[in-house]
Nanobody
Framework: QVHLVESGGGSVQAGGSLRLSCAAS????????ITWFRQAPGLAREGVAV????????RYADSVKGRFTISQDNVTKTIDLQMNSLKPEDTAMYYC?????????????????WGQGTQVTVSS
């Protein structure tokens, strides 16, 4: 059973930065995709960034390219999302997901396991 726990959310002014972390357990030594999603009230869940834990691979949504960076911390064993130059439209609940079942890597339908989410609020 894969278990995902997000942390690091909070409130920040526009232009500021936050760093989110996703702790994943239950995968053993297998490598896999882990993706950060976000969902604002009334909107669909949006894939933000994906990383593969076994090879050098990352992909970003156009809306966050150049501002967000996804990385794997081998010391803390977390998948981190560094968010810079935050905008009010980045306000959302942020989730990490794993258990890719095929399909588009930034599609919510492609993942079987989800964390509980962490709230990010960006004020103007």
């Amino acid at each position: 059973q894969v278990h995902l726990v997000e942390s690091g959310g909070g409130s920040v002014q526009a232009g500021g930065s936050l760093r989110l972390s996703c702790a994943a357990s239950g995968y053993g030594t297998r490598s896999h995709y882990i993706t950060w999603f976000r969902q604002a009230p009334g909107l669909a869940r949006e894939g933000v960034a994906v990383i593969h834990t076994g090879v050098s691979f990352a992909r970003y949504a156009d809306s966050v390219k150049g501002r967000f960076t996804i990385s794997q911390d081998n010391v803390t064993k977390t998948i981190d999302l560094q968010m810079n130059s935050l905008k009010p439209e980045d306000t959302a609940m942020y989730y990490c997901a794993a258990g890719w079942n095929g399909g588009s890597l930034l599609s919510a339908n492609a993942y079987n396991s989800w964390g509980q989410g962490t709230q990010v609020t960006v004020s103007s």
